[in-house]
């Protein structure tokens, strides 16, 4: 399996992701894919085993991973205070793979009827979700 983790501006989060994906399942492929070059480093620094940076790598990479991790906002054009590009959120949106988004109230996006928990709990459960999808895809 290959696990795409698409992260911008400081890349906490996506490193937060990496860390806890490669914790839980240190055999899977990850690849951090960062709109900018901070955010590509710290999932690189968290044990990401390739990164790429930029739009043209986020949308290459859609069409070669089993999974993609982010925050909701990767689906919504110009979010990111501008970092994802609407093609990079036409890339996510419409490629084939499984999507695993974490609710976060950020890019003018507000999702409702959403446990209100802290975003390592989020990471949990998307990590925990993988996890059955890949058992379930074996």
């Given at each position: 399996?290959?696990?795409?983790?698409?992260?911008?501006?400081?890349?906490?989060?996506?490193?937060?992701?990496?860390?806890?994906?490669?914790?839980a399942?240190?055999?899977?492929?990850?690849?951090?894919?960062?709109?900018?070059?901070?955010?590509?480093?710290?999932?690189?620094?968290?044990?990401?085993?390739?990164?790429?940076?930029?739009?043209?790598?986020?949308?290459?990479?859609?069409?070669?991973?089993?999974?993609?991790?982010?925050?909701?906002?990767?689906?919504?054009?110009?979010?990111?205070?501008g970092?994802?590009?609407?093609?990079?959120?036409?890339?996510?949106?419409?490629?084939?793979?499984?999507?695993?988004?974490?609710?976060?109230?950020?890019?003018?996006?507000?999702?409702v009827?959403?446990?209100?928990?802290?975003?390592?709990?989020?990471?949990?459960?998307?990590?925990?979700?993988?996890?059955?999808?890949?058992?379930?895809?074996?």
């Amino acid at each position: 399996m290959v696990i795409a983790v698409v992260d911008g501006q400081g890349g906490g989060i996506g490193r937060a992701i990496v860390e806890k994906i490669k914790a839980a399942m240190p055999e899977v492929h990850v690849i951090g894919l960062g709109t900018n070059s901070v955010a590509t480093g710290q999932m690189l620094r968290a044990g990401a085993d390739d990164g790429a940076t930029g739009e043209n790598a986020i949308v290459h990479n859609m069409q070669h991973v089993d999974i993609v991790v982010g925050v909701i906002g990767i689906l919504n054009a110009n979010s990111m205070m501008g970092e994802l590009t609407p093609t990079m959120a036409s890339a996510i949106g419409g490629s084939h793979t499984y999507k695993v988004l974490l609710p976060i109230n950020r890019c003018h996006i507000h999702v409702v009827s959403v446990e209100d928990i802290p975003l390592g709990r989020h990471i949990d459960n998307a990590v925990s979700a993988i996890q059955n999808f890949i058992a379930e895809n074996q």
